[in-house]
């Protein structure tokens, strides 16, 4: 009891530093203040947790897209400790803005399955069509719906989930996302076309769009999307150009990047928990390039022991482990930060795809498998 009585006090302690910033003019209304103009990922740091999270043990939610199922994983034994049966075609388990729910998006079975993040009990699916991917703006009242196949980018209440506004995508295969230090914008990946799309938060309007370059062998394939801690850089990964584009966050310059190779099929992008570097998923070499923010150097590649397809995931709280899905190996790897070590793999089942660890430091959740501010 006393060890579970210093979390929490340390918890609500810490929760109480991390409301104190100070929000600028520029920032979007009702977005929580910055707690560091220079780090928009100050508040992940390990032990930051709010309070109503500070005592749950670490679990990790695995969405089976071929199994229709997702299976639940005990962080601290490695254990599968069971597996539920959701709606078709399950893409990503989805922390919502305050943390209290995951969704998980069952893309053609047109639903949302919430799980309720302290009990993990699953609860009944809400009707959402074509919730290929789910994100939540910066100020907590809007759901974000990537709905790929319907080309439409959809807010929603972030917590009936009714429509507020549908906006035609201007290209194929929305996906990712993330968005500016401000919050009033977002930039898209559009993984079929190979483009860009920047968006406004409050209008909820494309306000440009962009082609990223061919490579000689392929056309782009863009994926996850990442602004750096200083909030002046995105980071696109792009399985086709096996490599990451580096593109300035200022609107004025949006679409103009430049191609740093990382593997073959980079996919996923993570921040680890001291802000200094950049985990990426290279997917179709089984491996994990480090790249350090400071100068854009990549400092270190992970290969994953017997091989595997590391594809999207997620840090432990403390940040010591790297949670990823094994996409064409029915497996969930867990890797070490420490020593870029394979840990275990874990079988689960078919197609593991955006898996979520929970509980996560930070105030406040912009979707996807975890982006926490």
Not at 82 to 88: E, N, S
Not at 310 to 321: F, R, T, W
Not at 361 to 373: A, K, V
Request: glycine letters at 10%.
């Amino acid at each position: 009891m006393q060890k579970k009585f210093a979390i929490g006090l340390v918890a609500t302690l810490l929760t109480a530093v991390l409301t104190s910033g100070s929000a600028l003019a520029s920032d979007l209304p009702g977005m929580p203040p910055p707690i560091d103009p220079t780090d928009v990922y100050a508040a992940d740091r390990p032990g930051l947790i709010a309070p109503e999270f500070a005592e749950l043990p670490e679990r990790i939610y695995v969405p089976n897209t071929t199994s229709n199922s997702v299976t639940v994983i005990d962080g601290a034994t490695y254990k599968v400790l069971k597996t539920v049966k959701v709606g078709k075609q399950p893409q990503h388990v989805v922390p919502s803005w305050d943390m209290k729910t995951l969704w998980v998006n069952n893309d053609l079975g047109n639903t949302l399955t919430p799980i309720n993040s302290i009990t993990g009990v699953f609860g009944k699916p809400v009707a959402v069509h074509d919730p290929y991917n789910l994100y939540f703006t910066p100020d907590g009242t809007r759901a974000v719906v990537m709905a790929s196949k319907d080309h439409q980018i959809v807010f929603r209440d972030a917590h009936t989930m009714k429509v507020i506004k549908s906006t035609p995508a201007t290209c194929d295969g929305v996906n990712h996302a993330d968005w500016s230090a401000d919050g009033r914008t977002f930039v898209v990946s559009c993984e079929f076309s190979g483009e860009l799309l920047l968006v406004d938060t409050v209008s909820m309007k494309i306000l440009k769009s962009a082609s990223l370059p061919r490579t000689p062998a392929r056309a782009p394939m863009p994926q996850d999307v990442k602004i750096s801690p200083d909030g002046s850089t995105y980071y696109i990964a792009d399985m086709a150009a096996n490599g990451i584009w580096v593109m300035s966050a200022d609107p004025a310059k949006f679409g103009k990047v430049a191609l740093l190779r990382t593997g073959l099929g980079a996919h996923g992008l993570y921040v680890t928990r001291d802000s200094k570097n950049l985990l990426i998923t290279n997917r179709d070499e089984g491996s994990i390039s480090v790249m350090r923010f400071s100068d854009q150097k990549l400092i270190a590649k992970w290969h994953i022991k017997g091989g595997g397809s590391p594809d999207m995931g997620g840090l432990s709280a403390d940040g010591k482990v790297f949670w990823i899905s094994g996409r064409y190996s029915h497996s969930v790897y867990a890797i070490s930060t420490e020593t870029g070590a394979t840990l275990a793999k874990i079988r689960v089942g078919g197609s593991p795809h955006g898996l979520a660890v929970f509980p996560q430091p930070g105030r406040y959740s912009l979707g996807h498998t975890g982006i926490f501010r």
